[in-house]
Every structure is written in structure tokens, then in C-alpha cells.
């Protein structure tokens, strides 16, 4: 159990991150049906308007209550090295999704120590909910505990996965996911690595693989899986971190039997 600083307001890092979480999430809401101006990033990468809205205002109420603490982006301007405690936040994961009217987006805020993550909320606002976990606390949905799939084998598991945009490791991992079927249950390609992310931290989804990630897409989701009994790890099987480009998330039998089936490849 991590004991984390009380706020300006005296209130706790988990009622802070929530409603910012949800204060964003009123923003997108507000202009997902509506036109979006949008522009590339990068091939296949889109930011928009509401991108940078959505992250003001998180930035501005996690700042007032903890002004001291870094903040590390994925709109801003300039990066940040990551020491002491330091909030990691996407306010708008799977902006494709959102550009392109598909309901499947979310908000990530994470509090994070050196290379601990302390505390991690994934907010879906057209659904209303919010995953969230604190170190040694468990994982949450809502109000009710969560936990990974007890699936034992890839043959009866979903599997999710998403190529990126980076075309070199997204062929790799589309190369390694498609090798498997048709050896498993289904392949979903979700759009979102923050939401897949908290689909098997709560058992939705049995696995999850990703190469070409940043911080913010999964320190959440990291703390999530693992408070609620899964493993991520590196390609390798090294644990990974909120620093690792490429994830594999589910429980630990999965996690090595896909290990396991990469290795001839």
C-alpha cells in the first residue's frame, strides 16, 4: 500500500487525477459528434483541437493542487525527464477513434515515482467508466473490484493487439499476431492501447500486444493489469515499465505461452 501526498485542498491524489479525468471527459463528449480540426503528427498520427483542450484542463487542476509536481504530456510542447513524482497524462487516447466517430477512446492520468507508477485512472466517458488502481490497493471498475482473465490457453483467448505508427514494428507485430490464427479464440484490433489496456486488467480481453508505445499510453494500464493479478512485460519477458516501447499484458500463463510461441519466429 503506497501512502500518497494529500493535496492543496487536502484532498487525496485519487480524487484529484478523478476529476480531472472527468472534467475532460465533459470536454470530449462535447465535441465528439461536431466537426474536429485536426493535423498529423506523424503518418497515421492525428492531434486535434480538443486534444490540447482536454489536456489544458488537466494540466491546469492537477498544477493548482500539486503544483510542485512534474507533468510529462503527450501534446506539450517540450518533454520532461521523468524524476520525482511526476504526473503522466494522455487526454485523449485514440484520437483516430474520436476523429473518426468510433465510441472507443479514454482519458489516462497516471502518478508516477522515479519508475514506479503509484496511481493510474483509464476514463471512458461515453460509458461512464473509470478504471482506476493504486499500488497495493487493487484494481477498480468503478466501485467494483476487477481482475485479469483466468483464461489458460491462447486456443481459447481473445487477443487484442494494435499495429502503431510505426510501420517497421507494426508489420513485425502484425506478422506475430496474424502467425497465431487461426490459434486462438479471436484478434481484435481496438485502436487504443490505454483502453485494451483496461479491458484486461477487468477480463474483456485476454491478452493484449503492442510495440511502438510511449508513457502515457500505458502507465495507467500498467498498474492496472498488475493490481489486478497480471503481468506485463517486455517481448522478452522482462517486466516492463511506463519507459518500454512495446508491451505484452494478460495473466501470467498467456503471457508466456505467447513468449513462448515468438520465439520460433
Known amino acids: 500500500m503506497t501512502d500518497l501526498p494529500l493535496s492543496a485542498s487536502g484532498r487525496s491524489a485519487l480524487e484529484i487525477a478523478t476529476e480531472a479525468a472527468k472534467q475532460a471527459g465533459e470536454i470530449l463528449l462535447a465535441h465528439f459528434h461536431g466537426e474536429k480540426k485536426m493535423r498529423d503528427k506523424g503518418r497515421g498520427d492525428l492531434v486535434t483541437g480538443i486534444d490540447v483542450l482536454s489536456q489544458k484542463a ?10 510542485d509536481y512534474n507533468v510529462l504530456a503527450e501534446e506539450s510542447a517540450a518533454s520532461i525527464t521523468v524524476t520525482g513524482y511526476t504526473w503522466l497524462v494522455d487526454p485523449l487516447a485514440g484520437t483516430n477513434n474520436y476523429v473518426f466517430g468510433i465510441p472507443f477512446f479514454c482519458i489516462n492520468i497516471a502518478l508516477v515515482k522515479d519508475n514506479d507508477v503509484l496511481l ?13 488502481a493504486e499500488k497495493g490497493n487493487g484494481a477498480y471498475l468503478n466501485d467494483s473490484p476487477i481482475h485479469v482473465s483466468g483464461k489458460a490457453s491462447l486456443q481459447d483467448s481473445l487477443l487484442g493487439f494494435d499495429p502503431g505508427y510505426d510501420r517497421a514494428s507494426g508489420g513485425e507485430l502484425l506478422r506475430a499476431v496474424t502467425g ?9 484490433a481496438m485502436g487504443s492501447a490505454s483502453v485494451a489496456l483496461a479491458y484486461v486488467a477487468c477480463g474483456r480481453i485476454d491478452l493484449y500486444v503492442r510495440r511502438s508505445v510511449h508513457p502515457w499510453d500505458i502507465a ?10 497480471g503481468r506485463v512485460s517486455d517481448w522478452r519477458g522482462k517486466l516492463a515499465d511506463f519507459r518500454n516501447k512495446e508491451i505484452v499484458a494478460a495473466n501470467g500463463t498467456l503471457q508466456r505461452e505467447f513468449l513462448d510461441r515468438l520465439k520460433p519466429a
Open 58 to 67: 488537466i494540466i491546469k487542476s492537477l498544477a493548482d493542487e500539486y503544483p
Open 120 to 132: 493510474g485512472i483509464t476514463y471512458d466517458p461515453l460509458r461512464d467508466e473509470l478504471f482506476r
Open 180 to 188: 497465431l490464427w487461426p490459434e486462438v479464440f479471436g484478434l481484435r
Open 220 to 229: 495507467s494500464g500498467l498498474l492496472l493489469v498488475r493490481e489486478a493479478g
